[in-house]
């Protein structure tokens, strides 16, 4: 037997009502605070994520699906939206009429990284983008929409961590100290974070290899070498968040894994997880709209993942099951025909409506009726048909009433 791709899943039945329900809260959410859906490709040119995410992350060096289609062009799964969509919001000149645009998309990502709990190599993504304002009050605001969110889909264990990663001035002063920190730690560093202090030395800071971090506990602090401007963006974020009653912890050592990021970052985190604590991450990219080919536009983001959210909510699949709202129960092939039509004319009208089609007794579609938990049985027989009238059961209180066939569909509506 063929199985799934490893740290591949299927979301079955029973599970993705879960998930509906949670893309249903985002996406009105999200609408609500005037962001409009887009829908972007999975795949794109290799380059794209290359350019934006960084040569030198984890990602692009060791995590991407790539390869080269029929006519040798390299195409990658995305391994995340924000370049898609920030390609399109150029490519499409989105900016046009007004730079100031807010997208969202859900959908699937894909990385190559160690299947573990709560790590997939295809996982799902709620993203969210604003390009053209630099306020700190948009920062604030992602945060506030995810605190929201996840309020909203009890999910409380949360912890806000934010950072602030400066930007063109303020953190090559910065990456100096890191460095010569660095050089002096190098002995006490895994090997990745050797070679990754030369080309990437703030990814050092987020390594979590228990040598690196204690050895980066006395690491300077970005938050040190913060220019006015920057001081003043992230003073103006937390002031924000203590406005909106938004509890935080500034961890100055949240670098994120993606290059791209200026001034605020954030990540929500759970201690439910283990290692892979972050439920959703995101911040400012002032710089990527230009680096990619588009005018100087600021912008910030972040992205929920789906598939962790769903494995630390309280809440359950099965409380958005929908059962069958009635099952026909038909005896006889006269009776069966006239269940069909009903059938169709309950799917219609919003109603769902099971019936049996194998011609079983009585006894035993009633069997079925309550495995699918359908909440009324419609019982019609040949008798009934003479009679023009059937049997209407509550599975619940059992209560059992008999009702006219003429008019069927509205009388059950009103029943139900
Ligand atoms: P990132 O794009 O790395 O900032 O990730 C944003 C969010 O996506 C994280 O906070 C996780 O919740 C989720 N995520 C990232 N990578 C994975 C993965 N391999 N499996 C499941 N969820 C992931």
Same mark, same amino acid.
């Given at each position: 037997m063929i199985q799934l791709i490893r740290g591949f899943k299927d979301i079955l039945p029973g599970e993705v009502e879960l998930w509906q329900h949670i893309e249903k809260t985002a996406r009105s959410l999200l609408e609500s605070f005037g962001f409009k859906e887009i829908r972007i490709p999975i795949?794109?040119?290799a380059e794209l994520f290359a350019r934006s995410i960084g040569e030198d992350t984890d990602i692009v060096e060791k995590e991407m699906y790539t390869f080269s289609d029929r006519k040798g062009d390299l195409i990658t799964l995305r391994p995340e939206a924000t370049a898609s969509v920030v390609r399109s919001y150029i490519q499409h000149k989105l900016y046009a009429k007004d730079p100031v645009r807010k997208f969202y998309t859900i959908g699937p990502m894909f990385r190559r990284e160690r299947p573990q709990k709560g790590r997939y190599r295809q996982f799902y993504q709620i993203n969210a983008e604003v390009f053209g304002i630099d306020s700190p009050f948009i920062d604030a605001q992602l945060i506030f929409l995810l605190s929201v969110f996840f309020k909203k889909l009890s999910a409380t264990e949360l912890k806000v961590h934010i950072n602030s990663l400066g930007c063109r001035i303020c953190r090559p002063e910065f990456k100096k100290a890191l460095s010569v920190f660095l050089s002096a730690a190098k002995e006490e560093l895994c090997s990745d974070c050797r070679r990754r202090? /030369?080309? /990437?030395? %703030?990814r050092v800071l987020d390594c979590k290899v228990p040598s690196c971090c204690s050895a980066m506990a006395d690491a300077p602090s970005i938050l040190d070498h913060l220019c006015s401007e920057c001081s003043r963006h992230f003073e103006a974020v937390k002031n924000a968040l203590e406005k909106f009653k938004i509890s935080f912890v500034v961890d100055k050592?949240?670098?994120?894994? %993606? &290059?791209?990021?200026?001034r605020t970052t954030f990540e929500i985190q759970t201690g439910l997880l283990g290692a892979q604590n972050a439920v959703a991450g995101g911040g400012r990219y002032n710089s990527l709209v230009k680096a990619l080919g588009g005018p100087d536009q600021p912008a910030a983001g972040f992205a929920i993942g789906l598939d962790r959210f769903v494995e630390i909510t &309280? %809440?359950?699949a099965k409380d958005f099951a929908q059962n069958p709202d009635i099952f026909i129960a038909a005896l006889g092939e006269k009776s069966m025909s006239m269940a069909f039509d009903w059938s169709c004319a309950f799917g219609l009208e919003g109603i769902i409506a099971e019936l049996d089609f194998a011609g079983k007794s009585l006894k035993s579609q009633m069997k079925r009726a309550d495995r699918l938990g359908a909440k009324h049985v419609l019982i019609v027989g040949e008798k009934e048909l003479e009679e023009k009238a059937v049997i209407l059961r509550n599975m619940t209180t059992k209560e059992q009433v008999m009702i006219p066939i003429d008019d069927i569909i509205e009388t059950v509506k009103e029943k139900l």
């Open positions: 795949l794109e040119h202090s /030369n080309r /990437n030395p %703030l050592r949240l670098v994120r894994g %993606l &290059d791209y990021y200026t &309280d %809440l359950k």
